[in-house]
C-alpha cells in the first residue's frame, strides 16, 4: 500500500489532497460565496428602499427584472415591445403592461409609439441600475466571490492541460 507521506523517509508531511477533494472543496468555497452574496443583496433590497424607484423595482423579482431588461434594451439602442419583454420576464402582456404604465409615469421607461409600441429605460433607471451595479461590485469583491470563481475556473483549465497532454 502507498503511504500517505510526500516521501517514504518518514517525513510526516501529509499528502495534498486528491483531484476529487480539490474540486470539491473548491466547490464548496464557491457555493458558499454565492449563497452569502445572494443573502446580502436580498437583505440590500429589502432595507435599501430609499426612493420610490428602489421600493417598486425590489418589491418583486418580476419588476426587477424588468428594469434589467429595460436597462438592456437602452444599452443595446433597441427598445423592446410588451411581448418581447412579457417572454423575457415570465408575466402576461396585460401584467406587463401594467407595469410599463407605471414605469412610464414615473419617468423611469420611455416608450416609442409606433406599430407596436416599443419601451426602454429612462436616465433615472439607468442611472439607479449603475448604482446598484456598484453595490453589486463592492460586495463581491467584499465577499470574495470573484477569487472562488476564478479559482474554480483555473483549476478545470488547469485539468483540462493536464488531461489533454496524456
Given amino acids: 500500500m502507498k503511504s500517505l507521506h510526500i516521501n517514504q523517509d518518514n517525513d510526516w508531511a501529509t499528502a495534498p489532497p486528491t483531484e476529487d477533494q480539490t474540486e470539491k472543496m473548491l466547490w464548496e468555497a464557491y457555493v458558499r460565496k454565492i ?3 445572494q443573502v446580502q443583496i436580498h437583505s440590500a433590497r429589502n432595507t435599501q428602499m430609499d426612493t420610490k424607484l428602489d421600493r417598486y423595482f425590489h ?3 418580476i419588476k426587477n427584472t424588468l428594469a434589467r431588461v429595460l436597462c438592456l434594451s437602452s444599452y443595446d439602442s433597441k427598445p423592446v415591445s410588451i411581448t418581447e419583454i412579457s417572454k423575457q420576464i415570465y408575466a402576461s402582456r396585460q401584467a406587463t403592461l401594467g407595469m410599463l404604465n407605471d414605469c412610464v409615469a414615473e419617468s423611469w421607461a420611455v416608450l416609442t409609439t409606433g406599430n407596436p409600441n416599443t419601451y426602454t429605460a ?3 433607471l439607468i442611472h439607479a441600475f449603475e448604482v ?5 461590485y463592492d460586495l463581491c469583491n467584499k465577499i470574495g466571490v470573484e477569487i472562488t470563481h476564478n479559482t474554480l475556473s483555473h483549476y478545470y483549465r488547469f485539468l483540462d492541460k493536464v ?3 496524456k
Fill in 35 to 37: 449563497a452569502e452574496l
Fill in 59 to 61: 418589491s418583486s423579482q
Fill in 122 to 124: 429612462s436616465k433615472t
Fill in 132 to 136: 446598484y451595479c456598484v453595490f453589486h
Fill in 163 to 165: 488531461n489533454s497532454t
